[in-house]
Nanobody, 126 residues
Framework: QVQLVESGGGLVQAGGSLRLSCAASGRTFSSYAMGWFRQAPGKEREFVATISWSGVNTYYVDSVKGRFTIPRDNAKNTVYLQMNSLKTEDTAAYYC???????????????????WGQGTQVTVSS
């Protein structure tokens, strides 16, 4: 079994920055792709970013390109979501997820992910 624990959420003003962390345990973290999703109240869960096991390949939803990055530290079994220039529309619960299939390099579809964290709330005020 895999456990994912997110942290780093909070309240920030528009234009500010936050860094979310996702600590993984229970298996060989460095072998699998990771991703971040978010869900705002009344809206469907949305893909945000993904990173391959090596960290070489990343992919972002258009709305966060140039503002968010998804680095990972395999030595610490941790993936991050660095969020800069935050906007009020970034307000959501953010979820970390891990792919269970080593064949998948990166993935933007939620159904590709087998393990999910409990989420951390990010609120951006105007």
């Amino acid at each position: 079994q895999v456990q994912l624990v997110e942290s780093g959420g909070g309240l920030v003003q528009a234009g500010g920055s936050l860094r979310l962390s996702c600590a993984a345990s229970g298996r060989t973290f460095s072998s699998y792709a990771m991703g971040w999703f978010r869900q705002a109240p009344g809206k469907e869960r949305e893909f945000v970013a993904t990173i391959s096991w090596s960290g070489v390949n990343t992919y972002y939803v258009d709305s966060v390109k140039g503002r968010f990055t998804i680095p990972r530290d395999n030595a610490k079994n941790t993936v991050y979501l660095q969020m800069n220039s935050l906007k009020t529309e970034d307000t959501a619960a953010y979820y970390c997820a891990a792919v269970g299939d080593a064949v998948i390099t990166i993935a933007s579809m939620a159904r590709r992910y087998d393990y999910w964290g409990q989420g951390t709330q990010v609120t951006v005020s105007s």
